[in-house]
């Protein structure tokens, strides 16, 4: 039991701000049921903000995944201020909508709710630099991300598509497979799902925000992970309660025009 606890609960407690007491976990015969009556307190209980980390778990994060704080304040408005250009949110959408088979297909897959793949899609591509999906500014080595997801080389190594060490030829390889919008949305998918493994979390569990706090927090923390900046989360989490981005994935082609499903 104690191989359980070092294994699985305390990687997903500690990313997720549930840490209980080491007495209660040390104590009593089912440390498996104490803990889960702690989360499931927790999860009724919890108010706060799901994006916010304490200062443990930031330091705990940085630690184990590299992750950094948040942009500057003037970036941030910045990336505000892009989400408000209307032509470039329905070229975003349009993107989106070219994507949505894939989503759905990658989101069944690797068991990840395709509201929130989409979420990152949509930042990523509304936030993307211009002329960098281009095939000879990809392969120059100038941008270090690629495709609609904005995924790099090093992806490709932890999901063993590429060795430890690539060769010239596995780069340039690599750089012409990121530049494919399908093939970049699985990857994406497959990051997620090995981020919810090293977070302990259950990888056929396909997490929904607003089922609970424990699912937000999860979100939140995943998406922490997947770009490195802490004011990240927030965006995605509103991202995907955007009725446009709702209508856009769940809805079918009916003549020509989206009908809701």
Do not use: C
């Given at each position: 039991m104690g191989e359980f606890l070092r294994q699985s609960?305390?990687?997903l407690l500690a990313c997720l701000g549930l840490l209980t007491s080491s007495a209660v976990l040390l104590s009593g015969k089912d440390h498996r049921k104490t803990v889960a009556d702690e989360i499931a307190q927790q999860t009724i209980t919890q108010q706060g903000d799901p994006?916010?980390?304490?200062?443990?778990?930031?330091?705990m994060l940085q630690r184990r995944f590299g992750v950094h704080g948040p942009q500057t304040p003037l970036?941030?408005?910045?990336?505000?201020?892009?989400?408000?250009?209307q032509p470039l949110r329905?070229?975003?959408?349009?993107?989106?909508?070219?994507?949505?088979?894939?989503?759905?297909?990658?989101?069944a897959r690797y068991r990840v709710n395709p509201m929130l793949l989409t979420a990152i899609l949509f930042d990523e591509i509304q936030h993307s630099k211009p002329g960098e999906s281009l095939p000879f500014i990809a392969h120059s080595g100038l941008v270090r991300t690629?495709?609609?997801?904005?995924?790099?080389?090093?992806?490709?190594?932890?999901?063993?598509?590429?060795?430890?060490?690539?060769?010239?030829?596995?780069?340039?390889?690599?750089r012409e497979q990121l530049l494919d919008p399908a093939f970049n949305v699985e990857l994406l998918a497959g990051k997620l799902q090995r981020l919810k493994?090293?977070?302990?979390?259950?990888?056929?569990?396909?997490?929904?925000?607003?089922?609970?706090?424990?699912?937000?927090?999860?979100?939140?923390?995943?998406?922490?992970l997947h770009n490195g900046k802490l004011d990240?989360?927030?965006?995605?989490?509103?991202?995907?309660?955007?009725?446009?981005?709702?209508g856009l994935i769940y809805s079918k082609q009916h003549g020509g025009a989206d009908w809701l499903i």
């Open positions: 609960a305390l990687p994006t916010d980390f304490s200062a443990e778990e930031l330091r970036a941030q408005l910045f990336t505000n201020g892009v989400d408000q250009l329905t070229r975003t959408l349009d993107q989106l909508r070219s994507l949505k088979s894939d989503i759905h297909r990658q989101s690629h495709g609609p997801a904005q995924i790099g080389i090093s992806e490709l190594i932890h999901q063993n598509w590429l060795p430890e060490d690539p060769t010239d030829t596995d780069i340039a390889w690599a493994r090293a977070l302990g979390l259950p990888a056929e569990s396909m997490l929904q925000a607003s089922r609970s706090y424990l699912d937000a927090k999860a979100i939140a923390t995943l998406t922490y990240y989360p927030a965006r995605v989490l509103r991202y995907m309660q955007d009725a446009e981005l709702h």
